[in-house]
Structure formats: structure tokens, C-alpha cells
């Protein structure tokens, strides 16, 4: 999974329509979650870092529920932005969340296992592994 991510406002316009999972590294205000659906209708996660989700309005929180948009709090650790504009999730992420199920862990479990080994969020490994059972 490739999670592009938007360093400033002006990242915006060169937003391809077809993304689907967005990280935000800049204090979004509602006017520019808006433009980001407007120009990425297929966006279905939105990731913005600890400091900038306690900012978001309720409104913008509101209407990113109301387009089934996940909201997700969390960092791409160790991205740069000036080698490539995506983040990708390792593939080793996936395998060993694999290993984990096939081993009998619970989702609680393995959140917190893959979360140690990693520098993933626990709420994204959650929403990694329900992506993986829709």
C-alpha cells in the first residue's frame, strides 16, 4: 500500500485523482481537506500526525465521516519526501501480520506485536488488518 504524502498546501494541485490514502504533514483546515476530495475523489484514508488531529475541527472530522473517509492519527517515520512522494508500507508488515493470524493471535494482539516491531501506529495496523477482511 502507497500512502502519498502532502507536505504543504501547495502539494494539493499535484494530487493525482486516482489516490486513495493521503498523509498529511502540514495543519489542514477545513478548506483544504475539501480540496483534497475534490481533486482525489477515491481518497479513503486520511493519516495526519498526533499534533494536528487534536486541531481538526469537528466539522472537518464531520464531513470526512460523512464520505466514509477514514481518519487516521499517525506519522510516515523516516519519509523523504524529496526521494519520493509516497510512503509505502514494507511488505515484511503485511507477511508478519499474516504470520500472526495464521498463528491464532488475537487483533488486539497482533496490533501490539507488529506495534513493537515497527513504528506504525497501532491504529493503522488495525486499519491494515481490517482492509485485509472487508
Known amino acids: 500500500m502507497?500512502?502519498?504524502?502532502?507536505s504543504t498546501k501547495d502539494d494539493?494541485?499535484?494530487?493525482?485523482e486516482n489516490e486513495e490514502m493521503v498523509h498529511l504533514a502540514f495543519r489542514?483546515?477545513?478548506?483544504?481537506?475539501l480540496s483534497i476530495i475534490n481533486?482525489?475523489?477515491n481518497i479513503k484514508v486520511?493519516?495526519?500526525?498526533?499534533?494536528y488531529m487534536r486541531s481538526l475541527s469537528k466539522s472537518a472530522k464531520m464531513?470526512?465521516?460523512?464520505?466514509?473517509?477514514?481518519?487516521?492519527?499517525g506519522?510516515?517515520?523516516g519519509h523523504r519526501k524529496d526521494i519520493n512522494e509516497y510512503y509505502e508500507i514494507p511488505n515484511g508488515v503485511y507477511k508478519r501480520i499474516n504470520e500472526l493470524m495464521d498463528e491464532g493471535f488475537s487483533k488486539d494482539e497482533i496490533i501490539d506485536k507488529v506495534d513493537k516491531e515497527t513504528k506504525l501506529e497501532p491504529?493503522?495496523?488495525?486499519?491494515?488488518?481490517?482492509?485485509?477482511?472487508?
Open 2 to 6: 502507497k500512502i502519498r504524502v502532502i
Open 46 to 51: 486520511v493519516q495526519v500526525p498526533t499534533s
Open 28 to 33: 489542514p483546515s477545513d478548506e483544504d481537506l
Open 63 to 73: 464531513f470526512l465521516d460523512l464520505r466514509n473517509i477514514t481518519l487516521l492519527e
Open 39 to 41: 481533486k482525489s475523489p
Open 12 to 16: 494539493i494541485d499535484n494530487l493525482n
Open 123 to 134: 491504529e493503522f495496523i488495525r486499519f491494515l488488518i481490517e482492509q485485509k477482511y472487508q
Open 75 to 77: 506519522d510516515v517515520w
